[in-house]
């Protein structure tokens, strides 16, 4: 298999642009059109407090405007920064489309996005069935009613755990969902959420010993390459613990992923502090009992340097990968598995 087969354009141009393509494949370069093939509906979605939008992919260069969190912006190129010292060096042009002017903002603040509206399907079945946030973002209310109370907000590729149908005032299909962490049901717009079918849930690579399967995860590179027998077969930047308030590491050593979710709400600690409340989670694969995990990440788009907790933020595609691709698997009627075995995970510095 191509170890690029399942690397998306934008980890490739974060792995070339931080010279890490060269550790697995020496003789691959970054190719220049690839900074042009944007499609000319994506989106990205500020993260952070504000960022600052320049004139050139610097932030040395001349400021153009600023934008505060969740505002929606329109993508139009990517360019590689001048900074070569940087661990991630890929920077998004914003704008020119005539309603702002044009400027390259840094890509670890901005979520590329999309805004795909789906039709409600007719029936959800008694166990359930997963789905995922196909817009920006959308607002999780108490009752199938845009006038109920705001629970959440959603954020796109999250998954969430569907447990009925109901209809809002004005006639829509809104999804209920059950909350596990909170237990308590709570609604969102059926046409913002995709339901995924079971084929795109079945594993990958099924058929492969899973003695032949191996996860190393490179702390100092934060990569995480996935092998089959002693072949890379897929890499992916990653973002793995760091020091905040207190010390957050990704224990060092041999582990298994056992138990995968499909979604999970994960909260800790205080919010004013260094806490933190983020419901659907996509792709969970945890490898210690104490909760580190592979997961899919929403509230950042800046891998490649430590800041997480202890788990192993990816991009909800790759967190998708290492889920479908790692033993156990998951049916895909159930948002869950536990098993006493597992692939093996390294986590290497």
Not at 25 to 46: C, E, I, K, M
Not at 69 to 85: C, I, K, M
Not at 139 to 148: N, T
């Amino acid at each position: 298999m191509n170890p690029l087969a399942e690397v998306s354009r934008r980890d490739f141009l974060r792995l070339a642009a931080a010279g890490l393509l060269g550790t697995l494949l020496a003789s691959l370069r970054l190719d220049p059109a690839l900074a042009d093939d944007l499609p000319p509906d994506q989106q990205g979605r500020v993260t952070a407090g504000t960022i600052n939008v320049y004139d050139v992919p610097s932030a040395k260069g001349k400021f153009v405007n600023s934008y505060w969190r969740d505002t929606v912006l329109s993508l139009t190129g990517v360019a590689v920064g001048e900074d070569e010292g940087a661990h991630n060096r890929v920077w998004y042009q914003v704008g020119g489309n005539g309603s702002a002017p044009s400027g390259y903002a840094y890509s670890g603040a901005v979520q590329p996005v999309r805004t795909l509206l789906n039709q409600p399907v007719a029936e959800i079945p008694k166990s359930g069935q997963l789905a995922e946030l196909t817009v920006p973002y959308s607002d999780a209310h108490a009752a199938a009613d845009p006038a109920s109370k705001l629970l959440y907000r959603m954020y796109y590729e999250t998954t969430y755990w569907v447990s009925g149908l109901a209809q809002a005032p004005d006639g829509t299909a809104w999804y209920q969902f059950w909350d596990e962490k909170r237990k308590k049901a709570y609604y969102a717009p059926a046409a913002h959420l995709r339901i995924i079918p079971a084929a795109e849930l079945a594993p990958i690579s099924p058929g492969l010993d899973n003695r032949l399967k191996r996860v190393q995860v490179r702390l100092n590179d934060q990569l995480v390459v996935a092998y089959e027998d002693q072949n890379p077969v897929y890499m992916a930047r990653a973002s793995t613990g760091a020091k905040y308030y207190g010390r957050y590491s990704t224990p060092v050593g041999r582990h298994i992923s056992n138990f995968k979710r499909a979604t999970r709400h994960m909260a800790a600690g205080d919010l004013a502090s260094d806490g933190y409340d983020l419901p659907g989670v996509p792709w969970v694969s945890y490898i210690t009992e104490k909760g580190v995990s592979f997961h899919g990440t929403y509230w950042h788009n800046d891998f490649g340097r430590p800041r997480s907790h202890g788990c192993i933020n990816l991009t909800p595609q790759a967190a998708k990968w290492i889920y479908l691709w790692t033993q156990p698997p998951v049916p895909a009627d159930r948002s869950f598995e536990y098993k006493e075995w597992g692939t093996s995970v390294e986590v290497i510095e």
